[in-house]
């Protein structure tokens, strides 16, 4: 007992004064003058939905307005998102997040971040100070508020995170298991099988482009659909007299429009397969002087890097753990896989990203947008286009490494030869692309882009395989098939293609399901009514049908079992996969998971025929960034169901303790299409809505809208703003 409270003292001692000095920081008055003259300068407006419009005489102006404005709304994400980026989750979260703030630590290093905010270009670094500015000035306007740790915001904190997605780490597939493995002492991850763990539900983003000669108008107009976790990015608003004039989605604590569009273009992006990071096998041996690997015939000595970890305790108290971080020029070591060590070669992090993603806001003509391309920074996406010129486009990737084509660059390369080394970027003409096809349309939903224009998509000899390993998806293939299907777009087709309500996985499943069932052998007796009830649907969900509950209840039991599938190729083709997984299933493998859920619903309903509305649900009733639901609780039926099946318009959801229903957790957040006109029209719709503010108006009013896709009218023009306004004010008023 004595040795723990002196334990407890100590960790006070070390730790907790050090928090206390931290929180205590006060702001200088110099600091407060020039944020409230500031202020002056800037203009927000809410509209009827909460949706912020800054109006800053400078850029500088309305990225301080901007981030004053998230601040307001949900201050809670703004502020986790850099505590994660800055690898200090474990100190909120505590012990169990020590890997993943390790893996931070080994692949974004904060002094590189300082280093390049202190040679970013004189624009650059007015709009990180606005950043910062803005922040600091609502934690000195609202001392109510009380951050979990970061009490000030530093300028240089978005030079940790260059591209807008935050979850776009790529390890090329070495997991935090591995990591925790090789990092605390046990070196080898038993069960570690070079891939990352697939998801029970496949994930990801929606972008569609129409060309002139396929739309009413004569226009082009470009769809916006990343489908992403409920609530991980406001919608917003930001004009200066510089230039700038972009309404999107902004992700929490970054300054710029991740997705969205000005007066003169649009871009959408959607996460990329392309291979942009690489493993290498590295060749160890350890003297009386330390580590070195092999390179060209060579010994070098392995670089260290001391880590110290603190995390937060089971009782409130702050440890530490430290680590030491091995280096060869190629990344950080990062795992062992059969005896083999393995170091990561990523671009993870840079300042020319962050350059372009401010850059593309203010494109004014289809030129311009591609000389931001050429900046070559977004890590991990891929672009659908659309422009005032009435120019449709699209981008596989932006950064891509030139590399050695007689190397299976899908797994680890030997790392002691130069011959694996990259060389060079590939400019952005020979990545895959498509310009204005002449079929008049363009999509990607994470998906090949080798079917991004039908029967027109680049032709996959062209290109070298890393360039675009990506695989089909079922979302991909409805995409095509739906696309074509209208000659004469508006932005209401337009939507309506966006929320086409089939799920194509299940004209691959169901039929197989369908043979397998045999009404002469009475041990799936218990099945027949649900067989009819199937073989009638026509594979489009709705809330209503009861179809829609035995198919996706039944799919998630068999996709485990098509996710192990393994493809001659070695691809991650889930369609193929699934086209596999049918023609080897036997009648067991598909029957069987029926009648476990048919018993299931029966159990947990009182009847397994029960409408997919009635039990897929949208709620949200806490501001908590973990979900919380509750049964007893109001919420909205949704006929939509998980981007996995082939549903555009996704919606992941799943039960959760004491729960009977499922709750949406991911899936469209911020959809919009716009058409660029002589001016620019459209409409949008967001999860829920802007506030994270459970006392707010806006927290929810735009829940019913989105259970229904029912979308609302966009305020681009400062005229018509001015009709809808809710409240106007100056930063800290």
């Known amino acids: 007992m004595k040795h723990t409270a002196m334990k407890r003292i100590l960790s006070f001692l070390l730790f907790g004064l050090a928090g206390l000095v931290s929180m205590a920081q006060p702001f200088s008055k110099t600091e407060t003058s020039r944020w409230a003259l500031r202020s002056k300068h800037v203009t927000i407006i809410r509209d009827q939905y909460g949706i912020p419009h800054i109006y800053g005489k400078t850029d500088a102006d309305a990225v301080f307005g901007l981030m004053y404005a998230q601040c307001e709304d949900d201050f809670q994400r703004v502020e986790m998102n850099y505590i994660e980026k800055l690898g200090r989750l474990s100190e909120t979260k505590g012990e169990k997040f020590i890997y993943d703030d390790l893996l931070i630590r080994l692949l974004i290093d904060s002094t590189e971040a300082i280093r390049d905010y202190s040679a970013s270009p004189a624009w650059m670094k007015k709009l990180l100070n606005a950043f910062a500015d803005g922040i600091n000035y609502y934690l000195y306007k609202n001392p109510s508020v009380k951050p ?6 530093e ?9 807008g997605s935050i979850g776009a780490i790529n390890t090329a597939g070495i997991s935090v298991s591995e990591i925790s493995h090789f990092y605390n002492g046990q070196r080898e991850d038993p069960l570690a099988t070079g891939e990352q763990p697939e998801e029970k539900d496949q994930a990801g983003s929606n972008g569609f482009a129409f060309a002139p000669s396929i739309t009413e108008s004569g226009n082009a107009i470009l769809y916006i659909n990343p489908h992403v976790t409920f609530y991980f990015r406001p919608e917003v608003h930001m004009v200066s007299e510089e230039g700038l004039n972009a309404y999107g989605a902004v992700t929490w604590g970054q300054f710029f429009i991740y997705q969205g569009f000005n007066e003169h273009c649009g871009w959408m992006h959607t996460s990329s397969g392309v291979d942009a990071a690489d493993t290498y096998i590295e060749k160890l041996s350890r003297t009386e002087k330390g580590w070195s690997y092999l390179y060209d015939s060579n010994y070098r000595p392995l670089s260290e890097k001391k880590i110290s970890i603190r995390y937060r305790a089971d ?22 896989r059969d005896g083999q060590f393995i170091s990561l070669r990523a671009d993870n992090r840079l300042a020319a990203g962050l350059i372009q ?10 030129s311009e947008f591609k000389k931001t391309l050429d900046l070559r920074g977004n890590i991990s996406n891929n672009t659908v286009y659309a422009d005032a010129e009435g120019n449709i486009a699209y981008w596989h990737g932006n950064r891509v490494p030139i590399r050695d084509r007689a190397y299976n660059w899908n797994k680890p390369v030997d790392g ?16 895959v692309q498509s310009i204005n096809p002449p079929n008049g349309w363009l999509q990607n939903c994470n998906s090949t882009p080798y079917t991004v224009a039908g029967i027109n998509s680049p032709n996959k000899k062209k290109y070298p395989v890393y360039m675009a390993p990506d695989g ?3 979302r991909g293939v409805n995409a095509v098939r739906v696309l074509d299907e209208e000659k004469k777009y508006t932005i209401d087709k337009v939507i309506r293609a966006g929320y086409d309500t089939r799920l194509s996985a299940f004209e691959v499943l169901l039929p197989a399901l369908i043979n397998a069932y045999n009404p002469a052998d009475t041990t799936y007796a218990s099945v027949h009514e649900a067989i009819g009830i199937l073989k009638n649907w026509d594979y489009r969900s709705g809330e209503n049908s009861i179809a829609t509950t035995l198919a996706v209840e039944w799919g ?18 889930v369609v193929e996969k699934t086209k596999l997984f049918v023609s080897i299933a036997v009648p067991d493998a598909l029957l069987k998971p029926l009648v476990d859920v048919l018993n299931r619903l029966q159990a947990q309903c009182g009847s397994w025929q029960i409408p997919w509305g009635q039990l897929n649900r949208f709620q949200r009733i806490s501001s908590a960034i973990d979900n919380r639901f509750d049964d007893s609780k109001p919420s909205y039926p949704v006929g939509f169901a998980s981007s996995a099946w082939g549903m555009l318009p996704s919606y992941i959801s799943r039960t959760f303790p004491g729960t009977k229903k499922r709750y949406g957790v991911h899936g469209n957040s911020f959809i919009c299409a716009v058409e660029f006109g002589k001016k620019i029209k459209a409409r949008s719709l967001l999860a829920g809505g802007e506030s994270g503010n459970e006392n707010s108006k806006h927290f929810f009013d735009q829940g019913l809208m989105y259970s229904t896709g029912e979308f609302k009218d966009v305020l681009f023009y400062k005229e018509d703003v001015l009709k809808h306004v809710e409240r106007k004010y100056h930063p800290g008023e």
């Open 556 to 573: 998630e039991r068999i996709m485990p079992s098509i996710l192990k599938i393994v493809l001659p190729d070695g691809g991650d083709d």
């Open 416 to 431: 002691s030869v130069s011959a694996t080394e990259w060389k060079g970027l590939h400019p952005v003409s020979e990545l």
């Open 472 to 474: 089909e998806n079922f």
């Open 315 to 336: 009782d409130a108290t702050l440890s530490a753990r430290s680590f030491t971080g091995l280096f060869t020029h190629h990344g950080p070591l990062l795992a062992k």
């Open 155 to 163: 300028p240089w904190y978005p030079l940790l995170w260059t591209d």
């Open 148 to 153: 979990k740790l970061l009490t000030r915001f």
């Open 357 to 366: 993603c401010w850059l593309r806001t203010k494109a004014t003509r289809f």
